[in-house]
């Protein structure tokens, strides 16, 4: 007798792996959305240090615009999550 092949198991796996997979992705990514979500809303703790500064030439209600650059040095890991 020949070995028919498990069309069920076949069909599962073929489904379930993908689903799984797609559903796993999901989930992390909602995470990481509530975690910067988080982030912008409390803020975090850490020491930043001015690295340059210089007048943009542009003044909003006769106060000059500045623009700076910063370095920041976060306290904790978390808290490394990119700015937009």
């Not at 198991?9 to 799984?20: D, E, H, Q, S, Y």
């Not at 803020?43 to 006769?62: C, E, F, P």
Request: net charge positive; with cysteine.
């Amino acid at each position: 007798m020949k070995n028919k092949p498990n069309v069920p198991l076949i069909l599962a796996l073929c489904v379930g792996m993908p689903v799984l997979f797609v559903g796993y992705w999901v989930i992390s990514n909602l995470q990481a959305d509530h975690e910067t979500a988080q982030l912008a809303q409390e803020g975090a703790d850490g020491v930043v240090r001015v690295l340059s500064y210089q007048d943009t030439g542009v003044a909003v209600n006769r106060k000059p615009r500045i623009r700076f650059l910063l370095e920041l040095q976060p306290d904790t890991v978390a808290s490394r999550l990119p700015c937009k």
